[in-house]
């Protein structure tokens, strides 16, 4: 059985507070408080943790609704949606840089709101889940004994795990944004043997197992170091490539091994 949504009403008006309880409760929603100004907001948000707050812009007290939507959205992470009389320019334009789930203009008809309301709650609920997924995949591949750089169609580096940081010799915020080839220099040992790029082989190919025989990643600092490299696509639900995935690892201490061998 699914939770009954907790809604906070924040409205300088009492009767248009006591409406509005009213009609939530109707909707099914669960409203155990009304407050009347931007501090009090914050307070009951921070007692009560509703699922979402509709908040008013014009309040009692010194703080009007933007500002208490600001903090409470900031420090809380509560999804807010506007209700309000205002719709001039200058206050949507600071009523946008809050991140509102919605904004309703007063008058409005009930439906309207509920489907706001609904709306809301929806786009809040598959935020977080997207956001728990993004941090579920950020800590695997940060895990991964394996370097791994993932990259855009274009070839424009989109993530970097630590390993590969210290292999590349490339920090995480400079490596964003930037060419792989840049990146991810790979050049043969063996002398008029290219290299292919990785990006386009596995646009064109697919999923590949190394690139030539005896590849060397140079680092940001000059170091040679063997790598053996795996490419693949990122496909999206739709079968459409939207990026790559570059896997590699030091093979130097299994060169030494296998020059042991062989004396």
Do not use: C
């Amino acid at each position: 059985m699914s939770k009954v949504k907790q809604v906070l009403v924040v409205e300088d008006e009492v009767i248009v507070a006591d409406d509005l309880r009213k009609r939530l409760i109707r909707m099914g929603y669960n409203v155990p408080v009304a407050v009347s100004s931007g501090k009090e907001a914050i307070e009951k948000a921070n007692e009560n943790l509703p699922d979402l707050v509709l908040m008013d812009i014009v309040l009692h007290g010194d703080m009007d609704g933007i500002e208490a939507a600001e903090k409470i959205h900031s420090s809380l992470d509560i999804p807010v949606v506007y209700l309000t009389a205002y719709a001039d320019e200058k206050t949507l334009q600071r009523a946008r840089i809050t991140e509102p789930y919605g904004y309703i203009i007063k008058p409005f008809k009930e439906r309207e709101l509920q489907i706001n309301l609904e709306i809301a709650l929806y786009k809040y609920d598959m935020e977080k889940r997207l956001k728990a997924s993004e941090q579920w995949l950020s800590a695997a591949i940060n895990s991964i004994g394996d370097a791994v750089i993932a990259t855009d169609p274009a070839g424009e580096v989109k993530l970097i795990n630590p390993i590969a940081e210290a292999l590349t010799g490339w920090k995480q915020e400079e490596a964003m944004g930037q060419p792989l080839k840049k990146i991810f220099n790979i050049v043969s040992e063996d002398a008029g043997i290219n290299v292919d790029d990785p990006v386009s082989k596995v646009l064109r190919e697919g999923i590949f197992y190394g690139l030539t025989e005896h590849t060397v990643l140079i680092s940001n600092s000059g170091i040679k170091i063997p790598v053996d490299i795996i490419g693949s696509p990122i496909k999206d639900e739709k079968n459409h490539v939207i990026g790559v995935v570059v896997v590699f690892y030091d093979i130097m201490e299994r060169r030494r091994i296998e020059k042991g061998l062989s004396k």
